[in-house]
């Protein structure tokens, strides 16, 4: 798995210190992911998933909590605050072809990972190898270049993605798209001023970028934060501006043309 910079793997394990269930982007995240699954009739219950780059599991975790499956967890590192999830946890390169990881999962969650990756249609071939035919692709990627900060820089993205650019990178002629969509509407403000805050830093170091950049400053900002997400998945649900996007593709039936 091609991340371009190391300082991303360095800082993980203190990223993920600071990830916590509560965090308006993490339920955010998670909420509109359940909400676009629902409209699009996929019902993830019964089924076996992989969740590569997995971090601390804690997406897993949360998906498991809505939905009775089993998510296995892939990553090049294994944090040291995991959470616990009904799968198991595989510290590899999941485009090693030597590994012995089952390859017929229901579906795949590529979530905050196409953005780190270099080449992407290798990485994305090597993540299709393991989903079965039918099976759906999950994917959540931040969105628009102008959004790009200092944050991005640290968190080691390569690029962030508008709706053309992620269709560009998912065009594989085994995959069949479901949807597209934008969210986090109401936080495109608050990222217009990380990145000016955040680029004015100077002499501060990855680890206070990380930090100042992720946390919101008090928890009163953060339940107000969380609210406008539940508003926004509520009155704005196919929005075509925000500061992320997901994507649901299928991975084609295999049959004669």
């Known amino acids: 798995m091609a991340i371009t910079q190391t300082t991303a793997l360095e800082n993980q394990d203190f990223y993920y210190q600071l990830v916590k269930p509560d965090h308006f982007w993490f339920k955010a995240r998670v909420d509109n992911l359940e909400a676009m699954l629902e409209e699009n009739g996929i019902d993830l219950n019964g089924k076996k998933g992989l969740e590569i780059g997995c971090g601390n599991s804690l997406l897993s975790s949360q998906i498991e909590d809505k939905y009775d499956c089993v998510i ?63 099976g759906h692709l999950l994917i959540n990627v931040p969105a628009y270049k102008f959004l790009f900060s200092r944050y991005d820089q640290v968190a080691g993205h390569v690029r962030r993605y508008d709706s053309k650019m992620l269709r560009d990178h998912l065009n594989v002629s085994s995959l069949q798209e479901i949807q597209i969509r934008y969210w986090g509407f109401f936080y495109v403000p608050l990222l217009i001023i990380r990145r000016f805050l955040l680029n004015a ?20 900002i953060n339940s107000i934060l969380t609210q406008l997400s539940r508003l926004e998945t509520w009155l704005l649900s196919g929005t075509t501006f925000g500061t992320a996007i997901l994507a649901i593709y299928q991975k084609k039936s295999e049959g004669p043309e």
Request: with cysteine.
């Open 201 to 220: 830093k100077k002499n501060v170091s990855d680890q206070e970028i990380y930090r100042m950049g992720y946390l919101p400053p008090a928890k009163w």
């Open 72 to 134: 296995d967890g892939v990553d090049l590192t294994n944090a040291s605050n995991r959470v616990q999830t009904r799968g198991k946890f595989y510290q590899i390169d999941i485009t090693d072809g030597q590994n012995k990881l089952a390859k017929n999962r229901d579906f795949i969650i590529l979530f905050d990972i196409l953005e780190h990756i270099d080449d992407v249609p290798k990485f994305l071939n090597a993540c299709l190898s393991y989903l079965k035919p039918g």
